[in-house]
């Protein structure tokens, strides 16, 4: 009664079913696919070609810093660059991120590259923040160097600590 309200049949569905299991689907990319989507993010956030960041590797200089990070952030594992690498088909064959990915990693050292530049570019920022840390923290010990309360707290955990442990020296003999 449900097969004829609804014209489904069972059978055939679970024919339907063991067809498109037996066949693999033909995958015409290398990596996962929600990989792939965010190298393609990535990649055109940087608004420069495959090739332009090649060039500017190589040269180390050229890239902006949101570049950088976004380059930083598509950094490859061993396992995808073995598959990158590993793809025996026509490199045009591949989709715009793992082409992009694919030319990049021509470039000798290229993500320890990126890794350099960005510590470049942001080592003055690194440095300023840090000055800051530090004369920060200075003070702090200025005040407390200067504090009476403070020494007096110090002084009344010490003889608190001192009158804790008078009877235990006779004790330890």
């Known amino acids: 009664m449900i097969e004829s309200l609804f014209g489904y049949n069972l059978q055939s569905k679970e024919k339907n079913d063991e067809a498109k299991s037996k066949t693999p689907s033909p995958s015409k990319h290398v990596l996962e696919p929600k990989r792939l989507q965010n190298i393609a993010i990535l990649s055109k956030s940087t608004n420069a070609t495959a090739e332009q960041v090649c060039d500017a590797l190589m040269r180390g200089d050229g890239l902006c810093l949101q570049q950088l990070e976004a380059l930083a952030k598509m950094v490859p594992t061993k396992e995808e660059e073995a598959k990158l690498f590993g793809y025996k088909g026509n490199i045009n064959e591949l989709g715009s991120a793992e082409k992009f990915i694919r030319v990049v990693l021509s470039i000798p050292f290229a993500f320890q590259r990126v ?57 330890r003999k």
């Open 115 to 171: 890794e350099a530049m960005l510590y470049r570019e942001t080592f003055e920022d690194e440095v300023v923040h840090l000055k800051n840390s530090f004369s920060m923290l200075e003070e702090a010990c200025k005040e407390l160097r200067s504090s009476r309360l403070f020494f007096k707290l110090l002084e009344a955990v010490l003889k608190t600590g001192n009158r804790m442990n008078v009877g235990n020296d006779q004790r």
